[in-house]
């Protein structure tokens, strides 16, 4: 069993769009967050929540919209998505918001916007 | 939170043993040291972590000098398998911000 798995792998789409990357991780852990890589491979987070609750919003268009219907699941929707946008984004968790957790990381969801 | 910097990229050779160095010269007390190795087309993934002086495991070591300013990744004998990028963190809370890594090409 994949621990931290991303659908769908390779999304691409068009400029204007809306669209969602569902995330779902099976490790019981509290924490899940998203990240964006872009080509030069710098790995910036985005967002962070535990149970439920956010807990890390960076600076980050409001196009992009978190929801975490239970701990075990974080989705990312974007709305309106833009060239820039394109990038690979990865979901992870971790059994706690606390020092120096452990992350887990998902596959990557690699988006690409024409 | 602590900015940790390592160098962009390394060269070694199948066999070599091969040691990165992190600066994290901000490093706070309850901070904890991680790092992470990243293959293409896949997510991080941890290699190993530690607080102060030196942790090893069935896959690195990790020296953590007294003062904390620093800290080396040590891989013992590569091979071409372990050519990826190599992220060191400095984390505090769930908030954990990855550096630009060091790309490691391991040669023939």
């Known amino acids: 069993d994949t621990a931290v798995s991303q659908t769908p792998k390779y999304l691409v789409t068009q400029m204007g769009n809306d669209k969602s990357i569902k995330c779902e991780q099976n490790?019981?852990?509290?924490?899940m967050y998203w990240y964006k890589q872009d080509s030069k491979k710098f790995l910036k987070i985005m967002f962070s929540?535990?149970?439920?609750?956010?807990?890390i919003n960076e600076t980050v268009p409001n196009r992009f919209s978190p929801k975490s219907p239970d701990k075990a699941h974080l989705n990312l929707h974007i709305n309106s998505l833009e060239l820039g946008d394109s990038a690979v984004y990865f979901c992870?968790?971790?059994?706690?918001?606390?020092?120096?957790?452990?992350?887990?990381f998902g596959a990557g969801t690699r988006l690409s916007v024409l | 939170l602590a900015k940790t910097t390592q160098p962009i990229s390394m060269d070694s050779y199948e066999g070599q043993e091969v040691n990165i160095t992190c600066s994290h010269n901000?490093?706070?007390?309850?901070?904890?040291i991680t790092w992470y190795q990243q293959f293409p087309s896949q997510g991080p993934r941890f290699i190993i972590q530690?607080?102060?002086t030196k942790v090893t495991n069935e896959v690195a070591s990790l020296f953590i000098p007294a003062d904390r300013k620093s800290s080396t990744l040590s891989l013992p004998r590569v091979s071409l398998s372990d050519t990826a990028v190599y992220y060191c963190?400095?984390?505090?809370?769930?908030?954990?911000?990855f550096g630009a890594g060091t790309r490691l090409t391991v040669k023939p």
């Open positions: 992870a968790s971790s059994q706690e918001a606390g020092l120096g957790d452990i992350q887990y």
């Open positions: 490790l019981g852990h509290d924490t």
């Open positions: 929540y535990n149970n439920k609750e956010l807990i």
């Open positions: 901000n490093i706070a007390t309850n901070d904890y």
């Open positions: 530690g607080y102060k």
């Open positions: 963190l400095v984390a505090r809370g769930g908030d954990m911000r």
